[in-house]
């Protein structure tokens, strides 16, 4: 694998996702692949895939795409690699390493997921979190014309896959929802630490959010089950 091919793809993902306003554009792209980059040197995971896996995580994401059968398929993906003149074996192991990677893609299953999906996945879901990770939050929902917050609407609670992804409820309930418990599903011990400080810049956040709006003491109560420290890794 050639830093060329690299960054072939990388200026490809870059002219695809420049202008998109999901909160999953360019720069998103390039703080996970940064992370990623960090991740893999620390844990001796393969650098070409888990590069190639993070400029490209997003490009057939269904937030994105409008489509989810793009997840499946990973057509974007495919052609980027491709054209890039990424060699047959490193396409397949990355294909693999994002069929592993997202939120959603885990509810309801159990995967077997190498290092570098590991790598992958806590660089993405670290971007999710904290400071930046609220910022996205709220540009992700505006994007989609979902309420900032319904107080008499409480989050979903035990869902799957299919009821996750057609979930139209506000930004706020998605804190609870995805974002507060982030930090339970990190792989690495880097990885954990980091999302510790951030999972409390986003409790401090919405203590003063609850505060500001005068929020039902339901929603209140619903945050002091995430105040905990974080579990200890397996």
Same mark, same amino acid.
């Given at each position: 694998?050639?830093?060329?091919? *690299?960054?072939a793809?990388?200026? =490809?993902?870059?002219?695809?996702?420049?202008?998109?306003?999901?909160?999953?554009?360019?720069?998103h792209?390039? !703080?996970?692949?940064?992370?990623?980059?960090?991740?893999?040197?620390?844990?001796g995971?393969?650098?070409?895939v888990?590069?190639l896996?993070?400029?490209l995580?997003?490009?057939?994401?269904?937030?994105?795409? +409008?489509?989810?059968m793009?997840?499946?398929?990973? $057509?974007n993906a495919?052609?980027?690699?491709?054209?890039?003149?990424?060699?047959?074996?490193?396409?397949?192991?990355? *294909?693999?390493?994002l069929k592993?990677?997202?939120?959603?893609?885990?509810?309801? /299953?159990?995967?077997?997921r190498?290092?570098?999906?590991?790598?992958?996945?806590?660089?993405?879901?670290?971007d =999710? *979190?904290?400071a930046?990770?609220? =910022?996205?939050?709220?540009?992700y929902? =505006?994007?989609?014309?979902?309420?900032?917050?319904? $107080?008499?609407?409480? $989050?979903?609670?035990?869902?799957?896959?299919?009821?996750? %992804? #057609?979930?139209? +409820?506000?930004? %706020?309930a998605h804190?609870f929802? #995805?974002?507060?418990?982030? !930090?339970?599903m990190m792989?690495?011990?880097a990885?954990? !630490?980091?999302?510790?400080? /951030?999972?409390?810049?986003?409790?401090?956040?919405?203590?003063a959010?609850?505060?500001?709006?005068?929020?039902?003491?339901?929603? !209140?109560?619903r945050?002091?089950a995430?105040?905990? $420290?974080?579990?200890?890794?397996a």
């Amino acid at each position: 694998m050639t830093d060329t091919a *690299i960054k072939a793809v990388a200026a =490809a993902v870059e002219a695809l996702l420049c202008n998109e306003g999901s909160g999953h554009d360019w720069q998103h792209i390039s !703080r996970v692949v940064h992370t990623a980059e960090k991740l893999a040197k620390e844990e001796g995971a393969n650098l070409p895939v888990v590069l190639l896996s993070a400029y490209l995580h997003d490009v057939d994401d269904r937030k994105v795409t +409008g489509d989810v059968m793009t997840e499946t398929t990973l $057509p974007n993906a495919t052609l980027i690699m491709k054209e890039a003149g990424v060699d047959n074996g490193t396409v397949l192991r990355v *294909i693999d390493t994002l069929k592993m990677t997202g939120f959603h893609k885990s509810l309801g /299953r159990t995967f077997n997921r190498t290092l570098e999906a590991h790598i992958v996945s806590d660089a993405d879901q670290l971007d =999710a *979190i904290g400071a930046v990770g609220i =910022a996205r939050t709220f540009v992700y929902g =505006a994007s989609k014309q979902r309420p900032m917050f319904t $107080p008499n609407e409480a $989050p979903m609670e035990n869902f799957d896959r299919e009821s996750y %992804v #057609k979930n139209q +409820g506000s930004t %706020v309930a998605h804190f609870f929802e #995805k974002l507060l418990k982030l !930090r339970n599903m990190m792989h690495t011990d880097a990885s954990r !630490r980091e999302a510790e400080v /951030r999972h409390q810049r986003m409790i401090d956040y919405l203590d003063a959010f609850f505060d500001e709006v005068n929020a039902p003491e339901a929603w !209140r109560n619903r945050l002091e089950a995430y105040r905990a $420290p974080q579990k200890a890794a397996a």
